[in-house]
């Protein structure tokens, strides 16, 4: 498998690009964690995860405007099958 | 503080209504814990920082929704719910009674499977498995009532006069027949037409459909008791 770092990134650029809808990137996150055989690689997924979404900027942009954030998606990824009981630090720690 | 509220609570809230289950109790009282923070400000004033009015709704629905959680398990120490056996469960065992063939079960199971599964999600698909396994059990269903009514179906290999076939021996009211078409017409639109149905709308649509032919068994097994052995 390529970098995982590159390929996570790839998932949500596709996301940000308006190239893949909500569902099916949720989908695809969830694809390429199940794919990971070692711990250390899932916690690095989610260290990276983590490290998208807090340096993520808001976009206020509306459809279709070809870029949109991809906080939505890192949050219901997260939320399906990550370690939530660090969500909702995460969630407030984006309030600023 | 703004762009928090509009984009990252409503999602938040959402993903932990989905998967609540997910959450442990300690996770629910430091999201309650943190929401007090902006909605009691208002009228503390303890930090002497006016919170966008944004925030403070979405703290009080986001607060909400953990007590709304809470009080679900609440209920469930209350309410035994491993005594309500699952739909699919329930059709599997009236399918057995009516002495039906399971291949009905399979097809809704078959359903349900790729309607929960993680991969790309085509409506066209979901759509045609949901009414295969309506069109299956009617089939089924008005062979077996014009063995036991002796009243035959003359009506065409349609599924929609199958459903007034099944009015007419009494399995449904008029009322119902409308609303069951309307189902039917739905998923057939979804799917042919290729409309842009979400996963969930379809999730909603599956439930709907399980529990009608639950129903339709019920109202089959009366039926059969009404006619004796």
Not at chain 1, 9 to 15: A, F, H, N
Request: with cysteine; aromatic share 10%; hydrophobic share 40%.
């Amino acid at each position: 498998m390529p970098n995982l770092h590159e390929t996570l990134s790839q998932i949500l650029e596709g996301y940000r690009a308006n190239i893949v809808n909500y569902d099916r990137t949720v989908d695809l996150l969830e694809a390429l964690y199940k794919r990971l055989q070692y711990m250390n690689d899932q916690k690095t997924f989610f260290d990276v995860l983590r490290s998208e979404l807090l340096s993520e900027p808001y976009s206020h942009f509306t459809p279709p405007h070809p870029r949109r954030s991809a906080h939505e998606v890192i949050v219901r990824a997260w939320a399906r099958f990550g370690p939530v009981a660090e969500l909702p630090a995460i969630v407030f720690a984006l309030l600023r | 503080m703004e762009a928090w509220a509009r984009k990252i609570a409503p999602e938040f809230i959402s993903a932990l209504t989905l998967y609540r289950k997910r959450f442990p109790p300690s996770m629910l009282e430091a999201i309650k814990v943190q929401c007090i923070i902006f909605t009691s400000e208002r009228a503390t004033g303890l930090t002497g920082f006016q919170f966008p009015n944004t925030l403070i709704e979405v703290a009080e629905k986001l607060a909400r929704t953990v007590k709304q959680i809470e009080f679900e398990r609440f209920e469930e120490t209350i309410v035994d719910t491993t005594q309500e056996a699952s739909p699919a469960t329930d059709l599997h065992g009236l399918l057995v009674s009516a002495g039906l063939d399971l291949s009905l079960a399979e097809a809704v199971e078959t359903a349900k499977e790729y309607l929960r599964s993680t991969g790309a999600f085509d409506t066209k698909i979901g759509g045609d498995l949901l009414r295969t396994s309506i069109d299956v059990a009617h089939r089924a269903l008005v062979a077996e009532i014009e063995k036991i009514t002796g009243t035959p179906y003359a009506g065409r290999d349609k599924d929609g006069e199958r459903r007034v076939y099944l009015r007419t021996v009494g399995i449904m009211t008029l009322a119902e027949e409308k609303f069951f078409s309307a189902i039917y017409t739905y998923i057939s639109e979804e799917s042919s037409h290729k409309l842009d149905a979400v996963k969930e709308t379809m999730l909603v649509v599956e439930r709907t459909v399980t529990d009608y032919l639950i129903l339709l068994l019920r109202r089959f097994l009366d039926l059969k008791l009404r006619y004796g052995p």
